[in-house]
């Protein structure tokens, strides 16, 4: 594809990677989630577990927060 005069092109690898799975077996699933929000300059991370009940941990760590916590990890 040719461009014109002025004109130019942008390629973009998509949208950073927010969603992980830790396990992903067919009877258990552990995934992991992690968005910014700018509005209040944290992290939201979830930690969603699948089995015969799901469950849902979530918690809003500053940059220094989210370091620490994986440090200890």
């Keep these: 594809m040719a ?13 950073t ?5 830790i396990i992903d077996k067919e009877d258990y699933k ?4 992690k968005d910014w929000i700018d509005a209040t300059n ?4 979830q930690i969603i577990s699948q089995s015969i009940f ?3 941990f979530e918690m809003f ?3 220094e927060e989210l370091k620490a ?5």
Excluded: A, E
């Design 30 to 33: 552990l995934r992991v989630k």
């Design 54 to 56: 799901d469950r849902r």
């Design 61 to 63: 760590l500053t940059h």
């Design 69 to 73: 916590l994986k440090d200890i990890l």
């Design 3 to 15: 461009t014109r005069q002025g004109q130019f092109m942008v390629y973009s690898q998509g949208k």
């Design 42 to 45: 944290v992290w939201h991370v």
């Design 17 to 21: 990677k927010t969603q992980w799975d």
